[in-house]
């Protein structure tokens, strides 16, 4: 049997703890520590220290923001065969980048590369921002976006991910917009 790609067995896990709710186009704040202000309604899923935005459907795009996470945080969990990495607060960019690449790998997905890494203004913090792409088991190839910085000592982090042939490019421009309005608190 094939292992659910991370963000489908992230969402399964979201999907029992709670239900979906409207975001409106209007300033949010994310995990108390900054905001954004999207332009479109979204709909979204909370757990702990991530929210997950979709408007079409988490499986073909969704935006996930991860807040305060902290020595030995994982970006989500699939089952307690499968070994995640965990964020370690000393760790570079560079790492991060890893760190997310190595999770969505062992979360099943396929081809996983995070490429261009680059310095990156979060809000007013500096931060870095890197691209990603992989494919689904089932061969669905998907791009995505991450920017990220440490605030107070905790990583703050916003992936963007969607089905290449056309869910990604749909809401890209939305989500760089929305990315622009980060302000933090």
Same mark, same amino acid.
């Given at each position: ?52 935005? $979709? #408007?079409? %459907? ?8 991860? /807040?305060?996470?902290?020595?030995? *945080?994982? +970006? ?47 809000? $007013? #913090?500096? %931060? ?8 689904? /088991?089932?061969?669905?190839?998907? *791009?995505? +976006? ?40």
């Amino acid at each position: 049997m094939k292992r659910p790609i991370a963000i489908l067995a992230m969402l399964a896990v979201l999907g029992g703890c709670a239900a979906y709710s409207l975001v409106d186009a209007k300033q949010q704040t994310i995990g108390g520590t900054y905001t954004v202000e999207p332009g479109i309604q979204w709909s979204k899923i909370t757990d702990d220290k991530v929210e997950v935005w $979709t #408007v079409d %459907g988490a499986s073909l795009e969704a935006i996930r923001f991860y /807040s305060g996470m902290e020595a030995g *945080d994982r +970006l989500f969990t699939v089952s307690k065969d499968v070994k995640l990495p965990t964020y370690d607060p000393a760790m570079k960019a560079s790492e991060v980048m890893e760190f997310v690449v190595d999770s969505i790998a062992r979360g099943g997905a396929g081809n996983v590369e995070g490429t261009a890494l680059r310095p990156a203004q979060f809000g $007013t #913090v500096p %931060g870095f921002r890197f691209d990603l792409s992989y494919t689904s /088991s089932d061969g669905l190839w998907f *791009d995505g +976006l991450a920017i990220g910085a440490t605030i107070d000592g905790k990583l703050h982090l916003i992936v963007y991910a969607g089905a290449r042939q056309h869910y990604f490019p749909k809401y890209r421009d939305e989500v760089e917009r929305m990315i622009g309005t980060i302000e933090t608190t």
